[in-house]
């Protein structure tokens, strides 16, 4: 039966840890016979069994509370102690997407899921992707990493909305679901700047280019990677792809596949793939684009994007003719394959 020998790991301490349980409950569904285990936010990781964590509603509203005792202290002792196994990883944001977690993995020549370590560390830094992906040719937007002094930073601010008329803060590392700042009016600054301060994390500031909004999954197989049939979202006036957005469907219409030309989705699919070879990815990775008179723009690329029942990869794969089985057996297989070569 397909998962006998996999654990899929969820939670984390990051902002995403609710998707990521989300996600983890659509992998548990399929993979039939999947472990699952629970990295609490404490570092202890927990058993749970399946039928609490097919049980589990509202994932994208409240926290998950594990029901019995942490089986390890910490996810090494978890890893040390199950070397053996095959990890899936359906972890989102913080250590479970920069390459910490795929470092103590590939320190002990365990498999799992998702590209690795470098990769991960490259793709999470908005910034490091941008200038990996402009060194390969890829058309990025234009952007300033912003100072942590709050004069500076409201200076830098009022600049770029200057220059450009709009433009959006997020964090340079992690997802851009929470934390995301459109500015359109310098009276919105403030508030931007106080959110940013508040936050203590590194932020950036980035050109708002309008245009049709794309997302593109790009999967490996036997042959090499293939990018996925393209997805749109459409927001509402005012309206950003934040959590609500895209996680409580508030503002935002989903269509896979995106209603856009032929053309435009060979180009996107192309940007994809280019960003995804360039940064080294391994397994499966989703790219975010803005469709720009110019051409397609490079936002940012996911290492381990949303598996959630309504996530754009599966819906993409749907499109395609792919099921979820056959997309996590593939997954699981290249795991395989990187830890038998390494």
């Known amino acids: 039966m397909a998962g006998s020998d996999v654990i899929i790991l969820f939670g984390g301490s990051s902002s995403?840890?609710?998707?990521?349980?989300?996600?983890?409950?659509?992998?548990?569904?399929?993979?039939?016979?999947?472990?699952?285990?629970?990295?609490a936010p404490s570092g202890a990781v927990h058993r749970v069994p399946r039928d609490v964590f097919a049980g589990f509603e509202k994932p994208f509203e409240r926290d998950f509370e594990p029901p019995a005792p942490a089986a390890f202290a910490s996810v090494v002792e978890g890893f040390e102690s199950h070397a053996a196994r095959v990890?899936?990883?359906?972890?989102?944001?913080?250590?479970?997407?920069?390459?910490?977690?795929?470092?103590?993995?590939?320190?002990?020549?365990?498999?799992?899921?998702?590209?690795?370590?470098?990769?991960?560390?490259?793709?999470?830094?908005?910034?490091?992707?941008?200038?990996?992906?402009?060194?390969?040719?890829?058309?990025?937007a234009r952007s300033v990493h912003l100072s942590k002094d709050p004069k500076i930073l409201r200076r830098e601010l009022a600049e770029m909305l200057s220059i450009y008329g709009r433009i959006v803060a997020k964090p340079v590392a992690g997802g851009s679901s929470v934390g995301l700042y459109q500015l359109a009016a310098a009276g919105e600054i403030e508030r931007a700047a106080a959110g940013i301060d508040a936050s203590g994390e590194a932020y950036l500031a980035e050109e708002f280019i309008s245009g049709t909004e794309l997302t593109v999954g790009v999967v490996d197989g036997p042959t090499g990677p293939r990018a996925l049939p393209p997805s749109e979202g459409r927001l509402e006036?005012?309206?950003?792809?934040?959590?609500?957005?895209?996680?409580?469907?508030?503002g935002t219409r989903e269509i896979t596949p995106a209603e856009v030309?032929?053309?435009?989705?060979?180009?996107?699919?192309?940007?994809?793939?280019?960003?995804?070879?360039?940064?080294?990815?391994?397994?499966?990775?989703?790219?975010?684009?803005?469709?720009?008179?110019?051409g397609p723009v490079f936002l940012e690329l996911n290492t381990l994007p949303g598996l959630t029942r309504a996530s754009f990869?599966?819906?993409?794969?749907?499109v395609e003719g792919t099921s979820m089985l056959s997309f996590l057996e593939g997954?699981?297989?290249?795991?395989?394959?990187?830890?038998d070569r390494a």
């Open 16 to 39: 995403e840890r609710r998707v990521s349980v989300a996600s983890g409950q659509h992998v548990s569904a399929v993979l039939d016979e999947a472990e699952a285990w629970f990295l």
């Open 87 to 140: 990890f899936f990883l359906a972890l989102h944001g913080g250590e479970g997407e920069d390459g910490t977690i795929q470092r103590m993995l590939e320190a002990r020549r365990i498999a799992f899921t998702g590209p690795g370590a470098e990769a991960s560390a490259r793709a999470f830094d908005k910034e490091v992707a941008k200038q990996v992906a402009d060194a390969a040719g890829v058309h990025t």
């Open 237 to 250: 006036q005012g309206r950003a792809f934040d959590y609500e957005g895209k996680y409580l469907g508030k």
């Open 261 to 294: 030309s032929a053309e435009v989705s060979r180009a996107a699919q192309d940007l994809a793939l280019r960003a995804h070879r360039a940064l080294g990815c391994e397994g499966y990775s989703r790219t975010d684009i803005i469709v720009s008179p110019r």
């Open 313 to 318: 990869i599966p819906q993409q794969l749907a």
């Open 331 to 339: 997954q699981l297989a290249i795991a395989r394959d990187r830890r």
